[in-house]
């Protein structure tokens, strides 16, 4: 039964991608690579800790990463621990699948010292890839060293719906979006490349706000939505979101 679903899972992710990648020409829908680790602190260590191993990192990178590469540290703000026990996420973004390899190879290349350090401060539980396709681009830049806060859930299609229902769907929402005046963005993490093979959903749906405000606002028009039934449909169920504080930790984009 596991391999068929793992199966079932594959096969969707592929046609997901081959339909995104017809669609990006024409309609702009960005397509990038994400990895995630998922870490707590070792006994007497904290954040400043972390933050002192990601400094050394960073010169490395400076030196040696031979493809853009950015990176923000996610901490909970509202999360229930025993459904996501972890003290903080480590998320890094390039430009596509083969320039993560190639970030890989780098850090493989002489970052063994670094790792050390890293392990001794933190125990982080694997390592995975997830395709990273934006759904609505955010109307501010990302600024380095900045902080924003995303919310995140964990969402499967409805009995019926397929990607195929997702560009028309998406044109409702972002018009949704903008009548309420939400300014963030929101991204569907695809899962790839060292993800559970237990995992029963089919994608992450993210959204980005600058502050928890901006965040409660959102739930307040949402609301407000469903009791005046002028919600768009859902094509998806998902959980119950999750949000994180956002701490960019390195900002280096394409150029051009």
Not at 4 to 17: A, C, F, V
Not at 34 to 63: P, T
Request: hydrophobic letters at 35%; a negative charge; one cysteine or more.
């Amino acid at each position: 039964m596991r391999n068929k679903m793992q199966t079932t899972k594959i096969l969707l992710i592929s046609i997901s991608l081959s339909f995104f990648g017809i669609l990006k020409a024409d309609d702009h829908i960005e397509i990038s690579a994400m990895e995630g680790i998922q870490c707590n602190f070792q006994d007497g260590k904290d954040m400043d800790d972390a933050m002192k191993v990601i400094s050394e990192w960073n010169d490395y990178g400076d030196e040696n990463f031979s493809e853009p590469y950015s990176a923000w540290i996610l901490t909970p703000v509202y999360r229930t621990n025993s459904d996501f026990d972890f003290d903080f996420m480590f998320l890094g973004f390039t430009e596509s699948m083969q320039s993560m390899g190639k970030i890989q190879d780098d850090w493989q290349a002489g970052g063994a010292r670094i790792d050390e350090k890293w392990s001794r401060v933190t125990n982080c539980a694997g390592q995975s890839i997830s395709v990273n396709i934006e759904v609505r681009s955010p109307e501010y830049s990302w600024e380095e060293g900045g902080t924003t806060y995303t919310s995140i859930r964990s969402c499967s299609f409805k009995d019926g719906k397929s990607t195929a229902d997702l560009p028309s769907n998406d044109k409702i929402w972002n018009d949704y979006l903008d009548q309420y005046g939400f300014e963030g963005g929101v991204w569907r993490w695809w899962p790839e490349t060292g993800s559970a093979t237990t995992l029963t959903h089919d994608y992450w749906n993210v959204a980005s706000f600058r502050s928890v405000e901006e965040y409660g606002a959102g739930r307040d028009a949402r609301l407000e939505a469903m009791m005046a039934d002028t919600r768009p449909e859902e094509i998806h169920n998902c959980d119950t979101p999750r949000l994180y504080k956002s701490a960019n930790i390195r900002l280096v984009q394409q150029e051009g």
